[in-house]
């Protein structure tokens, strides 16, 4: 009598003890928060060890040390970013690898005289055979340029000199920019004092390389979905708002 008195005031003060511990549901939300947690966590430690893995796969890829072209190309291209390379590409053209050379990105201060008073027996050479591009800002605006400029030439293969850690990001772009019928060929600079194989005992040797990883993995990235840098949103963004036709210009001769 007693029992099912107990039993039936429970039921009418609205609990039991069939039903549990109120704490239960508390506990179940509290440990769904953990596992999410940990799944979270354990995507990111994916996550980064994924781009530390291709961060070294990036370094390792980069030329050590400089090689010549596998043989002739019909023109010649030089990101600007660095005299040794404008240096490298003017051999190159005194040597017989390209018929003609664009040196793309040029700064407005920088002219024709200039570049020959830094490059003295070249002068020939230069005033011959060497185009000017003062309008593009960045990789997207180098490749668009030296499209217009093969197109202009009625070029089908063209060696490309720019440093070697910039390479891989240049080849994307170029390759984007081509679409494919065309041949390049990498001429990699390797500056003096930069050694790619001892990135972590130099900072600053890290913090070139870490940013140059990002910004292959954007360009790449960005390339799987766009069809034409000339209508690349993106474009117009890293060319600082400016639209993309006005990268690039008519060549200087």
């Known amino acids: 009598m007693q029992r099912g008195m107990k039993t039936r005031t429970a039921d009418v003060v609205g609990w039991s003890w069939a039903g549990g511990s109120p704490d239960e549901p508390g506990r179940r939300g509290a440990g769904l928060r953990r596992r999410v947690a940990c799944a979270l966590?354990?995507?990111?430690?994916?996550?980064?060890?994924?781009?530390?893995?291709?961060?070294?796969?990036?370094?390792g890829c980069l030329a050590r040390a400089e090689?010549?072209?596998?043989?002739?190309?019909?023109?010649?291209?030089?990101?600007?970013?660095?005299?040794?390379?404008?240096?490298?590409a003017i051999d190159l053209l005194a040597a017989g690898y390209g018929r003609?050379?664009?040196?793309?990105?040029?700064?407005e201060r920088t002219s024709r005289d200039e570049i020959a008073r830094l490059n003295p027996g070249q002068q020939h050479l230069i005033s011959c055979c060497v185009d000017l591009d003062y309008r593009a800002r960045n990789t997207i605006g180098n490749a668009i340029e030296t499209r217009r400029w093969m197109?202009?030439?009625?070029?089908?293969?063209?060696?490309?000199?720019?440093s070697n850690y910039h390479m891989p990001r240049t080849l994307i772009e170029l390759d984007h920019a081509l679409a494919g019928g065309h041949r390049v060929q990498p001429h990699p600079v390797v500056s003096d004092g930069f050694d790619p194989g001892q990135w972590w005992r130099h900072p600053s040797s890290a913090r070139l390389l870490a940013s140059e990883y990002v910004k292959f993995l954007v360009a790449w990235l960005r390339t799987r979905f766009e069809s034409d840098p000339e209508q690349s949103r993106a474009a117009v963004l890293v060319s600082r708002g400016h639209p993309v036709?006005?990268?690039?210009?008519?060549?200087?001769r």
Request: glycine share 12%.
């Open 41 to 59: 966590a354990a995507l990111g430690l994916a996550s980064a060890a994924s781009l530390a893995l291709g961060f070294l796969a990036f370094v």
């Open 67 to 88: 090689r010549m072209p596998l043989g002739p190309s019909d023109g010649i291209v030089a990101l600007t970013g660095g005299a040794q390379r404008i240096e490298d």
């Open 100 to 107: 003609r050379l664009l040196i793309t990105g040029v700064n």
């Open 151 to 162: 197109r202009e030439n009625g070029f089908r293969s063209v060696a490309v000199v720019t």
């Open 245 to 252: 036709k006005l990268v690039a210009e008519p060549l200087m």
